[in-house]
């Protein structure tokens, strides 16, 4: 039997499976959605989809962090594709499903402020310890790869992912290409990085 949450906004009562899961971002405010269910540490407040409809328009608070409609708009863009299949979010179900959230995340984070993107960027903040993570498009080039992994060798303890290609990572970010990107926050981190392995990236330095 489904469990029963309730609304954070409207107080309606309902099926878990139907709500989205409000996650707080470690420390910097910003606040992200997901389909309930998928885990995340921290504490579980719910939305449902009526209110995701009205926070389109309005924005959205919770506790006291915000998200523009600009923001939510990202993220309901990325939940659709996820809804129009079945009623039943599986996380992970279908690869391109966490991709796309993967992407909406790495959007508001460029928002917040804690993203890095492009080579000598990401090198510098790398070289920083300020990177929390490091995602290289699929198709990055052989120079940048390399420079990217020699970088991150003498990094203590950081890897890069692999994310989609250039052209699908700068469609995120506003911007034509982007070959490589640093996030620097770990709560965001974390969660794309999630989302990345949840559409059946192979896992490197298993955090989990
Ligand atoms: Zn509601």
Redesign the pocket.
Same mark, same amino acid.
């Given at each position: 039997m489904t469990p029963i949450r309730q609304?954070v906004? %409207?107080r309606?009562r309902h099926p878990k499976t139907e709500l989205l899961r409000i996650a707080e971002s470690d420390g910097s405010g910003g606040i992200s959605l997901m389909p309930a269910g998928q885990y995340r540490p921290g504490r579980s407040r719910y939305? %449902?989809r009526? %209110?995701l409809e009205r926070a389109r328009t309005r924005g959205l608070s919770c506790g006291n962090s915000r998200l523009t409609p600009g923001a939510v708009e990202e993220i309901v863009g990325g939940l659709e594709t996820n809804a129009s299949g079945e009623a039943e979010c599986e996380p992970g179900a279908r690869p391109s499903d966490a991709e796309g959230h993967a992407l909406s995340l790495l959007g508001l984070a460029l928002r917040a402020n804690r993203v890095r993107m492009g080579r000598d960027e990401t090198l510098k903040t790398i070289r920083a310890g300020k990177a929390a993570l490091v995602v290289l498009a699929s198709d990055a080039g052989k120079d940048l790869r390399g420079a990217v992994e020699t970088t991150l060798r003498d990094a203590t303890g950081l890897e890069s992912i692999p994310g989609p290609s250039k052209q699908e990572i700068g469609r995120a970010l506003g911007r034509r290409s982007v070959g490589v990107l640093a996030v620097t926050d770990t709560g965001f981190a974390r969660s794309i990085r999630d989302r990345f392995f949840a559409g059946g990236a192979s896992e490197i330095g298993g955090t989990s």
């Open positions: 609304c906004v %409207c309606g939305l %449902c009526p %209110c």
